[in-house]
């Protein structure tokens, strides 16, 4: 804007013209005021501008904090749901680790007895491979005993059944079954039989075929002489004579 220098004013001269004036020069004033104006107001309005920009950039930010503080406010609360859904996951593990830790324990007592149990199953077995040794020893014995017996008697048996016309067999244990024929003139292959228990150290008989009535008799003298082959001979005889007397 061009600067308008002050003009200097001879007060007396113009006091001495017939109609004194003095030039204010207002048309360079107001043009000069305008110019003013017009600075001021373009001033005012870059001012204004500048201030709606940094108004509108505190806007946009603020708009952006609010946005960012409110997603971090949900990404917070997804937090916390997930650290309480954790810290349930937690307290179920730790139940269930209580839980495996008793089940531990009495599933440990369980073995412990069971060990336990198995050391007295072996004790008993160990009893019972004695027991059985000892029995199978007596058992080793007692057939040695009997083949002895055997042995000894064999030749008896079978001159017995020879001479008697009997066959003497076992048919249970500690029974036996004699057989006799040639009793019965009218038919010498008609069998007359009896059984003979020796179980105990009384004798019996535990049937006859046919009936003897005097079979008591038999039997009380076989248990005072324990002699097996008289009483073999006798029940042949007992068997004769109920044929004779039918």
Same mark, same amino acid.
């Given at each position: 804007m061009p600067q308008v220098r002050p003009t200097h004013i001879d007060l007396a001269s113009i006091l001495a013209e017939p109609n004194p004036s003095v030039d204010l020069r207002l048309h360079a004033y107001e043009a000069s005021t305008s110019n003013f104006l017009r600075a001021v107001t373009n001033y #005012? !309005?870059? %001012?204004? #501008? &500048? *201030?709606?920009?940094? +108004? !509108? %950039? $505190?806007?946009?930010? @603020?708009? +952006? /904090? #609010?946005?960012?503080?409110? %997603?971090?406010? %949900?990404?917070? !609360? $997804?937090? @916390?749901? @997930? &650290? *309480?859904? /954790? /810290?349930a996951v937690m307290e179920r593990e730790k139940e269930e680790l209580r839980e495996a830790e008793t089940s531990i324990i009495a599933l440990k007592r369980q073995l412990a007895s069971i060990r336990e149990t198995c050391q007295s199953v072996d004790a008993e077995i160990e009893q019972y491979r004695a027991l059985t040794a000892n029995l199978k020893r007596e058992k080793d014995r007692e057939r040695q005993t009997l083949e002895m017996h055997a042995a000894q008697t064999g030749p008896e048996l079978n001159a017995c059944e020879t001479r008697l016309r009997c066959h003497i067999e076992g048919i249970e244990k500690d029974r036996l079954l004699i057989r006799f024929t040639h009793i019965d003139k009218t038919d010498i292959d008609r069998e007359f039989s009896f059984v003979l228990d020796v179980a105990s150290k009384s004798t019996q008989v535990i049937t006859t075929t046919p009936p003897l009535p005097n079979l008591p008799i038999l039997l009380n003298e076989l248990n005072e002489t324990r002699d097996i082959f008289r009483f073999i001979k006798l029940m042949r005889s007992a068997f004769a004579q109920l044929v004779e007397h039918h």
């Open positions: #005012a !309005n870059r %001012a204004v #501008a &500048e *201030i709606t920009k940094h +108004r !509108n %950039a $505190q806007e946009a930010d @603020k708009k +952006r /904090l #609010a946005e960012k503080t409110v %997603a971090v406010k %949900a990404e917070t !609360n $997804q937090c @916390k749901v @997930k &650290e *309480i859904e /954790l /810290l």
